[in-house]
């Protein structure tokens, strides 16, 4: 009991010794639109060689495999330039170790959630402690919310890198790891979509506070980006025979290597709004057909709401009733774990869901309107 009672208290005094430093340390940057991953730590002589390595010989394989399939060209040079690897490297090092960091007093409650609940000497008194330790965990989900949607908002041509390298791993040194629930082509069409609304974030963030005549432009070359990279993956996943579907491929690839290479120029370097060059948009069909019968992205934060309720109403009735007995820890803690996979949806959704850009393709047999600098000017 003593020890029972020992943990709650070092959890309750860690999130409130950690959690207000983290919030002050990150407010900052989160407010003046400067949440670059890597930005200050990544320069420390000790720490920017922490996954480093990992993120070179991850672009190195991917470079090498597409020179195996479609023989040395110019194009796959950007793959290997120092601006790529800093920016994949920041995003898959420092953006998920930041995640982890502001998480980590949450998880802790998490495991004080469930002690809390246990029947040994369930007192009603006792439900203030799972309101307490509920919010704590409520609270750490929200700052990794807004964190994503920091970066995203400060750092659009790296997310748009990292989303791009993802695209081509898809199709090369990844193409056989979909999740079970998926084929390859359906995954593949998934990371596609992901690079288009990376695409148009970037489009509204990097274009804000230019001249009405610059927005336009780059909304409009964005928009046609978008269309040629879901014509191009059309293609390859409509291709009856290995020739065509090879062709289509290689299309596909010096597209996204071509948004790479402006999406990594450094900040100093970029000194216009191009997208792409301009002989990868050759082909480009004015209209694409959209998806339709999509659902509403707020949607899909009912499921982990309703999912986090029915956890925390089932461990509250075990822990009242003392039904399982001894066993109420672990029933809540393996709840718990197989709601990691939706929590982790949870965490990137329930923000952006309120937030999304507009799509910049038209449906299909429409014609596709020209934005205008009002239109452009609402869309920051």
Known sequence: MGTR????????????????????????????GTRVPGRRLGRVPLLKRLGRRRAENRLGALKGHLAERLGPSAEFEVLTSKPLVDQVHAHATWAQLSRIFLSAPGMLACV?????????????????????????VLVSVLLCCIDIRAVR?????????????????????????????????????????QLCTALVRRAHRESAGAVPGSRLAMAQSTATVVRALRHRAALVHGSVTGEERTSHERDLWLLVCSVLTYSSRPRADVVDFRVVDADR?????????????????????????????????????????????E??????????????????????????????????????????????????????
Not at 8 to 17: A, N, Q
Not at 159 to 184: C, D, M, N
Not at 285 to 290: G, L, Q, S, Y
Not at 297 to 323: H, Q, R
């Open 5 to 32: 009672q020992t943990f709650l208290w070092f959890v309750f005094y860690f999130w409130f010794l950690v959690t207000p430093g983290t919030l002050v340390a990150y407010y900052f940057p989160w407010v003046s």
């Open 112 to 136: 004080a959630l469930a002690v809390v609940v246990t029947p040994l000497t369930w007192r009603t008194g006792q439900l203030w402690a799972v309101g307490v330790y509920l919010g704590f």
């Open 153 to 193: 908002n400060a750092d659009p041509s790296g997310t748009v890198t990292a989303t791009a390298v993802g695209v081509l791993e898809s199709f090369t040194t990844r193409a056989g790891q979909p999740s079970a629930s998926s084929t390859p082509a359906a995954w593949q069409s998934r990371m596609v979509e």
């Open 281 to 325: 948009l050759a082909d480009v069909p004015e209209t694409v057909p959209d998806t339709t019968a999509v659902p509403s992205p707020k949607a899909g934060v009912l499921v982990p709401l309703l999912f986090l309720c029915a956890l925390v109403a089932i461990a509250v009735g075990l822990g009242v009733t003392g039904a399982a007995a």
């Open 327 to 380: 066993f109420t820890g672990p029933i809540v803690i393996a709840l718990a774990m197989a709601a990691v996979p939706v929590a982790r949806r949870f965490g990137v959704t329930v923000l952006d869901s309120f937030t999304q850009p507009p799509p910049l393709s038209p449906a299909a047999g429409q014609e596709e309107p020209l934005p205008t600098a009002e239109a452009v000017r609402r869309a920051a």
